[in-house]
DNA sequence: CGCCGCTATGTCATCTTTGACATAGACGGA
DNA sequence: TCCGTCTATGTCAAAGATGACATAGCGGCG
C-alpha cells in the first residue's frame, strides 16, 4: 500500500488526481483516494454547516478532536468506515452519501 | 462494537433493519449497516454480471477467495474500505458506487 | 456414486486503524 | 501583547481488519 505517498501528497497540498499517475498508484488506488477526499470534503460541510466544532464532533462520536482533523484532512490513517460512520452521524442518510460521493466523479471529466 | 450480534443476525438470515432496535444498536450503527449491505448485495451483482468467479476477482484484487465470500455476506470482519475497494475494481465509478448506496435508503421508507 | 468448480466459514499471524494525549499553529478579542 | 477557541500533526498501545490457508457444503455432470 502506498498510503505515505498519499500522506505526502496531500500534506503538500496537491490533489492527488493530478498527480497520481507520476508516482506507482494504481487507477483503483487513484479512484479510491478521490472518493475519501470527496468524503473529508461533505463531512466538513455537513459540520460546519450544523455549526459543530471538531471537538464537539468527536464527543459525539466517542472519538477525539486529533481524529476528526486527519479525517476532514482525508489522512491515510483514516477509513472510509470512518467517515461513513461520521457522516450518518451528522445526519447523512444514504441519499447525502450518494451525493457526495458523485462529486468525486467531477475531475475525471475535467 | 456489536460485530458478533451483526453477524449472528446475518447468518441466522435476518436483515438488520428489522431487529436492530431489539438489540442494542444505536441508529448510527443500524445505517452503517445497512449501507455495507448494500454494497456487498452491490459488488455480488456486478462480479456475476461479469462472469467472475469468487476467486478470480480475489485474484485480480490481491486476496482471497475467502475474503470475498465473507465481503459478499457483508461479514462483520470486512470493512467499508475493502468493499469500495473491491467495487472499484470491478469497474464501479463513484456513479454506480452511488446509486448503489442509495438502495441503503430502500427499506427506510417501507 | 465420485469428482469438480464454486462458495461458505473458521482460525491465525501480521499489518492497519483507533482513541487518547501532547503539542503547535491560526485567528480574534481584550 | 496575552488569552481563549478552534484546528493540525505526531506518537503510541490497544483494537480491528487483512490475506492465507484449511475445510466444509452444494450443485451438476460423468
Redesign the pocket.
Known sequence: ?K?DKQRRLE?AGWRVSNTAAFLGLTATEQRFIDLKLALAAGLRQL??RQGL???AL?KH??????????L??A?????V??MIRSLISVGAGPAEIAKIIRTAAAHKAA
Open positions: 500500500m498510503r500534506r459540520r460546519e466544532t471538531q471537538a468527536a462520536l466517542g472519538s477525539s478532536q486529533s481524529r476528526i482533523a486527519k476532514e484532512a489522512d491515510a490513517s483514516v477509513s468506515d470512518f
